[in-house]
C-alpha cells in the first residue's frame, strides 16, 4: 500500500471519529423494549444439547459427578487418551472424590485433553461462555486438542444478554481479562472456502452437564 493510499485511509477513520454516525434507529435500543428473541418454553437442557450438537460440539447429560467421572473414564478408554491437562482446583478435587484415578499431565502443551469449567451455557445458541477464571487461563480451552467442559444445570441461561448480565453481577468492574464464546469445535472456511474444523482451536469439544442438586 502507498504512503498515499495509507494516508487517506487514516483522514478518513479520523473524520469519521471526529463525526460519529448516529444510531439509525435509535427507539431500537431502548432498554424498556423486550429481546427480540422469545424464551422457548423447552427445557434449557434439551435447547441447549440440540443447537450444541447442531455445531458439531458432543454433549453428555449427567446426574452428578460420580456419573460423570465414569463416562470420561469410559472416553478414555475407547479414545485411548492418556494425557489429561487441568489446573482448576475445584473439578480436580470433585472428580477425585467421585473416582477419578487417572494422573494429570504436567504441560497443557502435549496433552491430549484439556478440561475445564466455564461461566455459563446459552442454550438459544449452543454456547460455553468461557472466561479466563473459569477456564483456568487463557489458553487451556483454545490449546489442547479436545477440549471438555464440565458445567453444571444451574450456569444455564436462554439467551448471551443473560449470560453477560451474569458476568456484570458476578465480577462488577473487576471482568475477567479475557472472556469468550464457544459453540463447538472452532471452524474456518478460509481454505479454498472449505469449512474445516479444528484449524484455529480444538477439534473435538464436550460438554458434560451435571445436573445441579
Not at 473459569?134 to 458445567?151: D, F, M, N, Q
Request: hydrophobic fraction near 40%.
Amino acid at each position: 500500500m502507498s504512503s498515499t493510499a495509507k494516508s487517506n485511509i487514516l483522514k478518513k477513520i479520523k473524520q469519521a471519529l471526529d463525526t460519529p454516525v448516529p444510531v439509525p434507529f435509535p427507539a431500537h435500543y431502548a432498554p424498556d423494549l423486550p429481546n427480540v428473541f422469545r424464551e422457548n418454553s423447552e427445557d434449557l437442557a434439551v435447547l441447549f444439547a440440540e443447537q450444541f450438537t447442531k455445531l458439531q460440539g458432543q454433549f453428555v447429560f449427567c446426574m452428578n459427578m460420580h456419573e460423570c467421572v465414569a463416562q470420561l473414564q469410559v472416553l478414555m478408554q475407547k479414545k485411548g487418551w492418556t494425557k489429561w491437562y487441568c489446573t482448576d482446583g475445584a473439578i480436580m478435587e470433585a472428580m477425585h472424590k467421585a473416582g477419578w484415578q487417572n494422573d494429570w499431565h504436567p504441560s497443557l502443551a502435549d496433552c491430549h485433553v484439556s478440561i475445564t469449567a466455564c461461566e455459563s451455557l446459552v442454550a438459544r445458541t449452543g454456547t460455553m461462555v468461557l472466561s479466563s477464571a473459569a477456564s483456568s487461563g487463557r489458553t487451556t480451552s483454545v490449546y489442547a486438542p479436545i477440549h471438555i467442559c464440565i458445567a453444571h444445570s444451574g450456569q444455564l441461561v436462554y439467551d448471551p444478554a443473560d449470560a453477560l448480565s451474569q458476568l456484570q453481577m458476578k465480577y462488577g468492574l473487576q471482568l475477567p481479562s479475557q472472556i469468550s464464546f464457544a459453540s463447538g469445535p472452532s471452524r474456518t472456511a478460509d481454505i479454498e472456502k472449505t469449512l474445516v474444523t479444528g484449524v484455529h482451536g480444538p477439534k473435538e469439544v464436550f460438554c458434560f452437564l451435571i445436573e445441579s442438586a
